[in-house]
């Protein structure tokens, strides 16, 4: 779930990188962060894998060790095991960390519509900010990183967070700027 945090030891697990799926999980940003993505006192926002309601050697075990702490220590995370398919249709069994609504940072859905939710989700995302940098930065690599490999991934709540704290990092940076010249008396009919 942290694209861009991987440390060697994690990266002794994978012997390979393949392009795949599991089955019976959507991608949802409803977990409170306040280590990597947030604070205590302004949590941001990391993905789960949501199980989908219409669907159902020593170093590597040092790193899973290490990789188990972060995610379910740190995260909240519980490790559960489902079948991984390739691009080619290849099985292969993995641990994947998810949420439960047991866990106190597990959000969930907030608001009824959708399209809502992910409104509220975005305004946490531009606010927040942990010690492995902004939860903006997060959902934006995050979506490049899956966009990157699938071009036609139609995961719509990802896409649709990724536009909206787009949107509001941009307005935010338009409402700097006017702050900016309205402070220093510059008017755009002098210029």
């Keep these: ?27 949802k940003f409803w977990q409170n962060n306040k280590t990597h993505r947030g604070t205590e006192e302004k949590p941001g926002r990391v993905a789960i894998l949501h199980e989908a309601e219409e669907d159902g050697a020593s170093d590597i075990e040092d790193a899973k060790q290490k990789l188990d702490t972060r995610e379910t220590v740190l995260g909240g995370y519980v490790s559960i095991q489902t079948t991984f398919y390739d691009e080619y249709g290849v099985e292969s069994d993995v641990s994947v960390f998810t949420a439960t609504p047991d866990n106190d940072l597990y959000v969930g859905q907030i ?17 927040a900010q942990g010690r492995a940098g902004t939860n903006a930065e997060y959902v934006i690599k995050l979506a490049n990183n899956v966009r990157r490999p ?18 509001k990092l941009s307005n935010r940076s338009r409402t700097v700027q006017i702050n900016y010249e309205q402070l220093n008396g510059i008017n755009h009919h002098d210029i």
């Design 111 to 127: 608001c009824d519509h959708p399209h809502d939710d992910v409104e509220h989700i975005a305004t946490q995302v531009v606010g």
């Design 1 to 27: 779930m942290f694209p861009e945090e991987q440390n060697v030891e994690e990266s002794r697990l994978v012997e390979c990188r393949d392009h795949g799926h599991i089955k019976g999980f959507q991608r």
């Design 150 to 167: 699938f071009p036609n991934e139609d995961d719509d709540h990802l896409f649709l967070l990724e536009k909206k704290v787009t949107e």
